[in-house]
């Protein structure tokens, strides 16, 4: 297997930034939030770039592959999350847009990703 080293791999460092952008969003939330929904989002967020690492660390493509599907599905979480935030008039649209596109981005890099390891 070929080996990833983790810090070049642009969709980890993609990630990294994600959750830097993630807490500086949820900051100046209301305290009362603070231990429900800011600290999933904020858990959700951790997890992506987590589990990338993780997967990097393994042995094989396939469990690779199934570290990056969790990654996937904690990707889809936040999404979700942060439309959250809108609908709860936490935050607005704009202010949660440009994460959803790098959200996106992420999302459509795990894709290729997964595809690249299942085809050698």
Not at 36 to 44: F, N
Request: proline letters at 2%; aromatic letters at 8%.
């Amino acid at each position: 297997m070929k080996t990833h080293r983790l810090r070049d791999l642009l969709i980890w460092q993609k990630s990294i930034a994600l959750v830097k952008n993630i807490y500086l969003l949820t900051e100046n939330i209301t305290t009362k939030e603070t231990y429900g929904l800011i600290s999933q989002i904020r858990r959700c967020a951790v997890s992506i770039p987590s589990n990338i690492a993780e997967g990097a660390g393994r042995n094989n493509p396939k469990e690779f592959y199934q570290f990056l599907g969790i990654a996937n599905g904690s990707s889809y979480e936040l999404e979700t999350q942060l439309l959250l935030l809108v609908e709860l008039n936490f935050k607005s649209e704009e202010e949660i847009q440009p994460l959803l596109n790098v959200l996106m981005e992420i999302q459509k890099m795990i894709y290729k990703f997964k595809t690249s390891l299942m085809n050698g």
